[in-house]
C-alpha cells in the first residue's frame, strides 16, 4: 500500500489536471492555484524539517571536531541570530507605534540583510564574471571544426554588440555590417537551435509525464 | 461597478465641459441644446464563449453622428424588468462591452447610450441573452489533437514494447559514462556530488533528476563508494533520502546508508551555491553530477568542478544554461536527454518505449516545419495565395496558441 496509495493519488491527479486545462468551469478553473497553495503549504512546514536537520548536522560536526567544524559555528550563530532579530524586531513591531514590520528599513533584521547578506550573494554572483573567462577560453579553443565554429560564431556576435564592430564595417551595405551579421546569428541559427531544443524538451515533459501518470516511474517514491 | 460608476462620471465631466465651451458661442449653443447625437443601433448580447457562465459580449454599430460630437457609451443592463441600470461606459472609439459576474442561466437585455454635448441618446434595447457555460474549451482543439496523437503515440509504443516488441534506443554518451564516473570515484577513494538543481518537487526537471538519483545511488552502493547531496529545498531532501535508502535497500546494503548524504543547506541561491563552491574544494569530489534545474549558478559550480579536476556529467532543460554545461562538464545531458536518462538507465521495456513514443512528435514538428516552410517560401516568392490561404487557415489553427 505504501506504493500503491501515491501511485494512484498521482495517476488521479495527473488525470484532472491534464482535463481540467479543457474544462473553463469551477472547479476546475482553480485547480491550478489551489494545488499552488497547497504545495506552498506543505513546502512552508518542510523547511523547518530542512532548518532542524541543518542544525542537528553542524552540531553533530562541531560535537565532533570534524574538519572545518569552525564554519559549522558559524552556521549556528547566523542562524540564531537571524531568527532572533526576526522574531524580536516582528514582536517588537507589533506592539509599537506606529506599527513596523521586522523587514522595514532602520530594523537590525533589513541592517543584516542589507548589508550583509546582500553582499555577500552579489559577490558569489560577481564570480561567475571570471568563470564565464575561463569557460569562453576552454569553449572557444579551436581543436575541432565545431569548435572553430563557435569561435568565429563568438567573434561576429562579441563584435557585432560593440560600436567598433560597425565602426570598422560602416563602408559595407546595410545588414552586412558587423551588427547585421550579429543579429542573423542571433536570429537564425541561434532560434532554430533553441527552438529545436524546446520541441525536445516539450516531448520528454510529456513522455516524462505520462511514465508518472502511469505509474511506470516511481523512482521518485524512494524505488526501482 | 464602482469602475463602472467612476467611467460614467468621467465622460459626463468631460461632456458637461465641452458643453460648457460650446456655450461660448450662441450658435453652438443652441445647437447642443436641441441636437441629440444619434443613438448607437443594433445592439447585441452574446453569450461569452467558453467562460465559467458569467459573462456577456454586448456590441453595437457606432452612432452616425459627428465622431467629435460623441464623447462615448454608456451601457445599460436591464433583468428581463425594463428597468435599466447602468453597468458599465467606453469610449466612443469602443463599440463593445464584457459585462462580466452575471448569474449562468438568467436572462438580461441592454440598452446603449450615445453620450453627447446636450445629453444621452438611449437605443433600441437588445434582445434577451443568457450567459452560458460550455463543458470544453473547444477554442483548443488544436492542443487536444497533438496531445491526442503524442500521448497515443507514447501509450502505443508502451504497449508495444509490453509485448515483446524490440526497440532501438540511440547511445546517450552522458548516461554511457554514469558509471564509469562513479567507478573512478570509487577507485580515488573520493566521493560523488550529486545536485540536483535549486527548484523545489512541484518542477519536472527535479523529478526527473531524482529519478536518475535512484540508480546513481545504487550504482554507489555496489561500488561502496560515498554520496554527497547537499540541496536548496527541504522536500528534495526528504524525496532523496527516501530513493538513496531505497538504493541501498535494494543493493542489500541497509546498513551503509546514513541521513546525512542528502542534506538542506538553505533555499536563498547564492547562499547555497557558496555552500556547495565551499564542500567542492574541501572535499574534492571525484565525480560531480548536475541534473535538473539551474539559473545563474551553473557556471558557478561547474567552473568549480572543473578547477578541482572532477569529472562532470550535466542535465538540464533550461536552454540558456546548456553552453555553460557544455563548456565547462564532459557530458550534457541536454532537454529531453535528461528525460530520458531514468527510463535509459532503468532499461525497462515499458519505459523504452515511452521514448519511442516521443519521436513520432518529432516527426509530426518536422513534417509541420517543412510544409510551413515550403508553404510559406511559396505564398511570398511566387505570391501562390493557396499557400498563404494554406498557411492562415492549417498550419496557424493547429498550431498557433489561442
Not at chain 1, 560564431?153 to 551595405?173: E, H, K, N, Y
Not at chain 2, 550529486?194 to 527535479?206: A, E, L, Y
Not at chain 2, 559550480?301 to 578547477?307: A, H, M, R, V
Request: net charge negative; proline share 4%.
Amino acid at each position: 500500500m505504501r506504493r500503491e496509495i501515491p501511485i494512484a493519488i498521482t495517476f488521479i491527479v495527473g488525470v484532472v489536471f491534464a482535463v481540467s486545462y479543457f474544462i473553463p468551469r469551477e472547479p476546475f478553473s482553480e485547480f491550478e492555484s489551489q494545488f499552488g497553495d497547497w504545495f506552498g503549504i506543505i513546502a512552508a512546514f518542510a523547511i523547518w524539517l530542512g532548518a532542524m536537520n541543518l542544525m542537528k548536522i553542524s552540531i553533530v560536526k562541531i560535537g565532533r571536531k570534524s574538519p572545518d567544524y569552525f564554519y559549522s559555528i558559524l552556521i549556528i550563530v547566523s542562524f540564531l541570530m537571524i531568527v532572533f532579530f526576526g522574531f524580536f524586531e516582528g514582536y517588537k513591531g507589533i506592539y509599537a507605534d506606529p506599527q513596523f514590520s521586522y523587514r522595514d528599513a532602520g530594523t537590525g533584521f533589513n541592517w543584516i540583510y542589507e548589508y550583509i547578506y546582500s553582499s555577500l550573494s552579489a559577490t558569489m554572483f560577481a564570480l561567475l564574471a571570471f568563470f564565464v573567462a575561463s569557460a569562453s577560453y576552454r569553449a572557444f579553443r579551436a581543436r575541432n571544426l565545431e569548435a572553430t565554429l563557435l569561435l568565429i560564431s563568438a567573434f561576429f556576435v562579441m563584435f557585432g554588440r560593440v560600436p567598433i564592430g560597425d565602426m570598422l564595417t560602416g563602408w559595407l551595405p546595410d545588414g552586412y555590417t558587423m551588427s547585421g551579421w550579429a543579429n542573423w546569428i542571433m536570429s537564425v541559427p541561434n532560434t532554430a537551435g533553441q527552438r529545436a531544443i524546446m520541441i525536445g524538451i516539450a516531448l520528454g515533459l510529456v513522455s516524462t509525464s505520462l511514465r508518472i501518470i502511469l505509474g511506470l516511474e516511481r523512482s521518485y517514491l524512494g524505488g526501482e | 461597478m464602482r469602475i463602472a460608476s467612476f467611467g460614467i462620471f468621467i465622460l459626463l465631466v468631460f461632456g458637461c465641459g465641452l458643453t460648457a465651451l460650446a456655450q461660448d458661442d450662441p450658435i453652438d449653443m443652441v445647437e447642443s441644446e436641441i441636437v441629440l447625437p444619434a443613438p448607437a443601433s443594433k445592439v447585441i448580447a452574446l453569450n461569452h464563449k467558453y467562460d465559467i457562465g458569467e459573462i456577456l459580449d454586448v456590441s453595437w454599430e457606432s452612432s452616425t453622428s459627428d465622431p467629435e460630437l460623441v464623447f462615448g457609451y454608456i451601457i445599460y443592463r436591464s433583468e428581463g424588468d425594463n428597468k435599466f441600470d447602468s453597468v458599465g461606459a467606453v469610449l466612443s472609439k469602443i463599440n463593445s462591452f464584457s459585462d462580466e459576474e452575471l448569474i449562468p442561466g438568467k436572462s438580461y437585455n441592454y440598452q446603449i447610450g450615445t453620450i453627447g454635448a446636450s445629453g444621452v441618446a438611449l437605443s433600441e434595447p437588445s434582445e434577451p441573452a443568457i450567459p452560458d457555460w460550455e463543458l470544453f474549451n473547444l477554442e483548443m482543439w488544436n492542443i487536444a489533437l497533438i496531445g491526442f496523437i503524442i500521448c497515443g503515440a507514447v501509450i502505443a509504443y508502451i504497449f508495444s514494447a509490453k509485448a515483446g516488441r524490440k526497440l532501438f534506443i540511440r547511445k546517450i554518451g552522458g548516461l554511457e559514462a554514469l558509471e564509469e564516473a562513479v567507478g573512478r570515484a570509487t577507485e580515488m577513494g573520493r566521493p560523488i556530488l550529486f545536485i540536483p538543481g535549486i527548484q523545489d518537487m512541484d518542477d519536472v526537471q527535479t523529478l526527473a533528476a531524482i529519478t536518475i538519483l535512484g540508480k546513481v545511488a545504487r550504482v554507489v552502493a555496489d561500488y561502496d563508494s560515498k554520496i554527497m547531496m547537499p540541496v536548496s529545498r527541504s522536500l528534495v531532501m526528504t524525496s532523496a533520502r527516501e530513493t538513496i535508502k531505497e538504493a541501498y535497500l535494494s543493493a542489500g546494503r541497509p546498513d551503509a546508508y546514513s541521513d546525512d548524504m542528502a542534506y538542506y543547506v538553505t533555499d536563498e541561491q547564492f547562499g547555497y551555491v557558496a555552500a556547495v563552491n565551499g564542500l567542492m574544494v574541501r572535499e574534492k569530489p571525484a565525480t560531480c553530477l548536475y541534473l535538473g534545474a539551474f539559473f545563474a549558478e551553473s557556471l558557478i559550480l561547474s567552473e568549480t568542478g572543473n578547477s578541482i579536476g572532477a569529472i562532470q556529467i550535466a542535465g538540464t532543460a533550461r536552454p540558456g544554461q546548456l553552453p555553460f554545461f557544455v563548456a565547462a562538464c564532459d557530458y550534457t545531458l541536454i532537454g529531453e536527454e535528461l528525460f530520458a536518462a531514468s527510463a535509459y538507465l532503468s532499461g525497462d521495456p515499458k519505459q523504452l518505449g515511452s521514448l519511442k513514443g516521443q519521436d513520432l512528435g518529432k516527426v509530426v514538428a518536422m513534417v509541420a516545419i517543412v510544409l510551413g516552410t515550403l508553404a510559406a517560401t511559396l505564398a511570398s516568392a511566387w505570391d501562390i495565395e493557396i499557400m498563404q490561404k494554406f498557411l492562415d487557415n492549417v498550419m496557424l489553427g493547429i498550431f498557433s496558441n489561442h
